[in-house]
Each structure stands twice: as C-alpha cells, then as structure tokens.
C-alpha cells in the first residue's frame, strides 16, 4: 500500500475495539494516509475514532495488571491472616447466631452419652451451680448435665459415680476455685477427668478458673503440668459464657429441635 495509491475505505463498519485486535488499531495508524477518512472510523462500543485510541486504552499495561493482581494476594493474605489471629471470636459469633454452622460447628463423635457434661465442684461451691444450670440447660443451646446434687444415687460409691459420671459425658467442666483445690475429691474427679480425656483423645476437660485461685501450688505435678499446658476458660473473662458454650459440644441445626424436644419430656 505504501507503494501504491491504493485507497483503503472502512468506516462506517462496527469496528470491535479490544485488546485482541491492537493488530488492526497499528495497522490503521500505519496506513491513516491510505484509509480515506480515517476519523469516521470508530469503535462500535464507544463510538471513538479509532485514530484517536492508544493501546493502553484497550490493553492496560502489565504494570497495572500486576499491581491489581498484587494488591488482590494482598488483601486476601491479610484476610486470612486476621481470620487465623481471631479464629475462635470469629467462630464462637458464627455459631451463636447460627451462620455457617457448616464451618463454625464441630462434628461430634460420642452422640451415644447420657450427658453433655459432667459439671464438677466440691460441696462448699455449691452456690455456684444455680448459673450453670440455668445457663446451660434452659438458655438457647440446651445441654443435660449431670451433677452430683441430682444425679448421684445415695448410698453409692464415691469413686465409682465420679468414674461412671465421667463415662457418661461428653464433656468434663471443672469449677476450679480455691476450695476445689483443697479438696480430695475434687482432685480425684480432676485426675479421672483428664485420663479420660487422653484415653479418648478428644479434648473433653474444660476447666473454669475463678479469681480466687492465684496458682496452682496445690496441684500434684501432673495435674499442674495440665494446667500450665494447655488453656481454660477464666470465670471473670469477657464473654465467658459464648466461650464456654462453644466449648461445649455442638448440635447441627438439624438435630436441635430434637435435642429440645428430648429434654423437655427428661424435665416433665
């Protein structure tokens, strides 16, 4: 063409006007002397004489295509990130209100035992049980727990209704105050709580601190190293119940309304 006096005429055609036609957008400014009335050729989109387009209008540039790929890794990266550092408030919200429970829920293994836990305290606490019972058993996530209060027949053998209690729940609470640490029995149901607990190998022992217990000095040293290793629930921390229901074990929502219905007609 540039030899020739060959007079190319495309205007008035649809042009398309993207990245993978910037071959035919060179080839117009090349030859504009040899297309007759090249500013009447126009992308059909934007109506924009092609004459007037740069590449980078159609193609953006492999500068800008990085920065938004790596501000994209980036904002994902710190995503994940603030979710992994505030995994358990993030959980504990999904599953008080019930959202993604898919996510937020554990699967439970042990659905054949009488109770969802077994709630240990020594005699001098027992003013202490009132909110867990009431907490637990009549507020929106209703568990059954066995206590020795109610659920120890008389004239039964100490250790063995500590040991069958154990057994038979899913969960092991541990009122852990000064008075607890004091006592035998307390000590024994901590002891068969936590063996239990490693015989299983699912994490069945939750512990309660309260304010009133400044170290555990009073705690023989497996039991100390327990409490040293591995984290607890402290009685006066914020949010202590939502921590505490969550720790407990989890009910789908298909079998809520069962699980309901079941300790209801217990109660009746």
């Not at 006007?17 to 504009?32: N, P, R």
């Not at 120890?152 to 008075?179: A, F, H, Y």
């Amino acid at each position: 063409m540039n030899s020739s006096q060959l007079q190319l005429v495309i205007h008035g055609n649809p042009w398309t006007c993207s990245c993978d036609k910037k071959d035919f957008l060179e080839f117009v400014k090349e030859q504009a002397k040899n297309i007759r009335n090249t500013s009447a050729v126009k992308c059909a989109d934007t109506g924009k004489s092609l004459i007037e387009i740069e590449e980078i209008d159609i193609c953006p540039s492999a500068i800008i295509y990085y920065a938004s790929l790596g501000v994209t890794l980036l904002i994902l990266a710190l995503s994940i990130n603030v979710f992994f550092c505030f995994k358990q408030p993030i959980l504990i919200w999904l599953y008080e209100h019930e959202i993604c429970l898919s996510l937020a829920a554990r699967r439970e293994l042990d659905q054949d035992k009488k109770f969802d836990a077994f709630l240990s305290f020594t005699h001098k606490d027992e003013e202490l049980i009132a909110e867990f019972v009431d907490r637990l058993e009549n507020g929106r996530h209703k568990f059954r727990l066995c206590f020795y209060l109610r659920d120890w027949l008389v004239g039964e053998s100490i250790p063995e209704c500590i040991s069958q209690s154990v057994k038979d729940s899913r969960r092991i609470i541990i009122l852990m105050t000064k008075n607890f640490l004091k006592s035998t029995w307390g000590r024994l149901e901590f002891r068969m709580a936590l063996h239990a607990t490693s015989k299983d190998r699912c994490k069945r022992l939750i512990v309660v601190l309260y304010p009133d217990v400044e170290n555990f000095d009073d705690l023989d040293s497996e039991l100390k190293a327990y409490m040293v290793l591995n984290t607890y629930l402290e009685r006066n921390s914020p949010n202590f119940w939502n921590k505490l229901i969550y720790s407990m074990p989890h009910v789908m929502l298909g079998h809520r309304l069962q699980r309901n219905l079941s300790v209801l007609e217990t109660k009746i």
